[in-house]
């Protein structure tokens, strides 16, 4: 069965970095895109970053551009999110997801992904 789990997250002080990590399983993990999300307490769901099979189509959401990296390792099955620059505000459980659909790039649509880890959380705090 799929499974994906997410580590990594813990405290960090802004400014600070995290590499938060998503090893993936029981499913043929190059084939597919992947995504983070996050979510904080009291708010939706929302897109971080996304990357293709082959790590050459990535998009990031505004709030997380040039500070946050996506990655993945394919020989691993893992997708990595490099965060740096962090700040109060990126306070959140992060998710990592597969694409629901074979060989299509990632998107920022939470629909488009059909499989979820149980999230790492990630608090910025001094």
């Known amino acids: 069965q799929v499974q994906l789990v997410e580590s990594g997250g813990g405290l960090a002080q802004p400014g600070g970095s995290l590499r938060l990590s998503c090893a993936a399983s029981g499913f043929s993990f190059s084939q597919y895109a992947m995504g983070w999300f996050r979510q904080a307490p009291g708010k939706e769901r929302e897109f971080v970053a996304r990357?293709?099979?082959?790590?050459?189509?990535?998009d990031y959401a505004d709030t997380v551009k040039d500070r946050f990296i996506i990655s993945r390792d394919n020989a691993q099955n893992t997708t990595f999110l490099q965060m740096n620059s962090l700040k109060s505000e990126d306070t959140a459980l992060y998710y990592c997801?597969?694409?629901?659909?074979?060989?299509?790039?990632?998107?920022?649509?939470?629909?488009?992904?059909?499989?979820w880890g149980q999230g790492t959380q990630v608090t910025v705090s001094s």
């Open positions: 997801a597969k694409r629901r659909v074979i060989f299509k790039i990632g998107t920022r649509y939470s629909t488009d992904y059909d499989y």
């Open positions: 990357i293709s099979r082959g790590a050459d189509n990535i």
